[in-house]
């Protein structure tokens, strides 16, 4: 074993660390011994993630205690002697919990005020209360949608959004030089700790049923047919709720998956992307003949759409197609309500579907494209909210962000948006995939698809950023038959026509994203996961729908160009 690895074994045995800790480590078979302490767990942009366990490349109650100290002392030197307060919120994971509290303990410990949300709740409700309360910061402890193996740390600053520059880089540097237990103040601030619930409740489900652009079109149709899973997850102490205070009154649990539980029993993936997923609830929602089914994922941040297509067939939307919806309402409901702004704004990413920036477009309203992310969306309204008003912003993985006492993906308010947007629909007589098709005829045909590919373990990030250098260096002169025109690279900050030679900066920060735009308007984008050991391509085609009966061949042409694409590109 690599003398590195055998030294960091060493010390945790050896130093203050709790017995059953060092008795888990002895139990280790040496590769799980390996890649338990080959590394320290990183504290990245957003905070920690990784699979729960011992050991410095494990979250546990050292690496979070440590990452906390860090995060004081970052707290500390910035707001010198002004009083400093922080909220910390979690989810259902197994251990979540236990994280929140040594979190509390600790930034408690360093005397920072600390509101600590009784038991588990959405991260998007830790978002607004940083707000509401005036925090300086904030810390949720979820993995979001990753197997039950994982857990994290998500890390705020005051505006309610994740850590963006400065602030991120200079917490990792602090986090960084704490370099043993034996820095970390676990206890003695208990007093500085007041535990938060019901009232910071109200307070955010009554800002969330501000959002509703049409009530009196769910009155109208209040016995509307949903169907909601949590997915063994937060959503379950807040979305019932915000439905019934908008006022539908036909809502069906998914119980199997009502429970909160860390081990997700129903599931293997507790993501709401994925089919196998939303098997439950689909079935349901088919046997009762629902109009529409909404799930939520373990920190109900993400929110997963199924609907009866054209065929009366019941399907999943995708992120794209959910994020279209949800702009597409609001931007044209708001005008036609007339409480449009002329200053409104809306935001995207550069991943998410085009087709957003076209709406937008064709209805004069400003369309912002950043880095994936919600703390990019959060960072620019921060700078534009003097001069424009935000609406809404969102990006294809399943997250949206409505309205602006929030600063991060918010599928509470999501789920009872998409509700009255199908009231509405159904008040006109037809279903959200109707909608959907109207919409590719109005605005053209945009079609996207997904693929990661995961690399696990020491080398899988290797693996990873060779794939990259490779696409950087000698990228693809035709991708499908039709000629790569522009390379956009978000980590170089420049944009170049292959064609001409010509290049350009690109004014975002950096990212190590690579983006190729064909000659036929086709884009593929290569991005590795900044959550995960994966890499991620994103590839989006488009064209346009002559009429409603085109639907389905329109449909196959452009999932077989993108399955091309793949197969083109050595992907499949």
């Known amino acids: 074993m690599d003398q590195s690895i055998q030294d960091k074994v060493s010390v945790w045995l050896s130093g203050n660390y709790d017995q059953a800790t060092k008795d888990a480590i002895a139990a280790l078979q040496p590769d799980e011994l390996a890649d338990s302490f080959y590394r320290n767990l990183e504290f990245g942009t957003g905070g920690l993630r990784g699979i729960m366990g011992v050991g410095t490349n494990r979250m546990n109650k050292y690496t979070v205690g440590m990452a906390t100290q860090g995060f004081a002392n970052y707290l500390l030197k910035t707001y010198g002697t002004e009083p400093i307060s922080v909220v910390i919120g979690h989810d259902s994971r197994n251990n979540s919990r236990f994280f929140a509290e040594t979190t509390a303990g600790v930034f408690a410990a360093n005397g920072i005020k600390v509101y600590l949300f009784e038991a588990l709740r959405p991260t998007p409700e830790l978002s607004f209360a940083i707000r509401h309360l005036g925090c300086k910061a904030g810390v949720v402890c979820t993995a979001s949608h990753n197997p039950k193996e994982y857990n994290g740390y998500k890390a705020y600053w005051n505006d309610g959004g994740q850590l963006v520059p400065p602030h991120d880089k200079n917490v990792i540097k602090e986090v960084e030089a704490i370099k043993g237990v034996d820095e970390v103040n676990w206890t003695g601030g208990e007093a500085n700790i007041t535990l938060i619930g019901r009232d910071m409740d109200e307070a955010y489900i009554n800002m969330v049923k501000g959002l509703s652009v049409y009530p009196e079109i769910i009155q109208a149709q209040h016995d509307l047919s949903i169907v909601y899973t949590p997915i063994h997850g937060t959503g379950i102490t807040l979305v019932p709720e915000v439905l019934s205070r908008f006022g539908f009154t036909n809502v069906q649990i998914v119980e199997e998956q009502a429970t909160p539980d860390g081990n997700f029993p129903t599931v293997g993936y507790p993501n709401p992307e994925e089919s196998e997923t939303m098997a439950i609830g689909l079935a349901k929602a088919k046997a009762i003949n629902a109009d529409i089914l909404l799930g939520t994922d373990p920190d109900a941040d993400r929110v997963g759409v199924g609907v009866k297509n054209h065929k009366g067939e019941w399907v999943l ?256």
């Open 317 to 572: 939307m995708n992120g794209n197609q959910t994020a279209v919806l949800a702009f597409a309402y609001l931007i044209e409901a708001r005008k036609a309500k007339g409480i449009a702004k002329p200053n409104d704004m809306v935001i995207s990413t550069i991943v998410t579907t085009a087709m957003i920036n076209e709406v937008a477009k064709q209805n004069g309203v400003a369309c912002y494209n950043v880095l994936t992310g919600f703390k990019w969306i959060a960072e620019l309204i921060k700078e534009k909210e003097a001069n424009e008003n935000y609406v809404i912003g969102g990006e294809e993985s399943f997250g949206l962000m409505i309205g602006n006492d929030i600063r991060d993906k918010d599928a509470v308010s999501a789920v009872a948006l998409l509700c009255e947007m199908a009231a509405y629909e159904k008040a006109k007589g037809r279903s959200l995939f109707d909608k959907m098709i109207e919409l590719y005829m109005q605005y053209g045909f945009y079609y996207e698809q997904l693929i990661s590919i995961t690399k696990k373990g020491m080398n899988g990030q290797k693996e990873i950023a060779t794939m990259m250098e490779g696409y950087r260096t000698n990228p693809p002169a035709t991708i499908d038959g039709s000629e790569v025109v522009e390379l956009l690279d978000y980590e170089l900050q420049t944009g170049k026509n292959l064609v001409t030679g010509q290049s350009w900066n690109l004014q975002l920060p950096k990212s190590n994203v690579l983006q190729f735009v064909t000659a036929d308007g086709s884009k593929i984008s290569a991005r590795p996961s900044g959550t995960e050991p994966k890499i991620k391509f994103y590839f989006s085609v488009h064209t346009t729908l002559a009429s409603k009966d085109a639907f389905d061949t329109t449909y196959s042409s452009l999932e077989n160009k993108i399955q091309r694409i793949i197969k083109d590109m050595s992907l499949a």
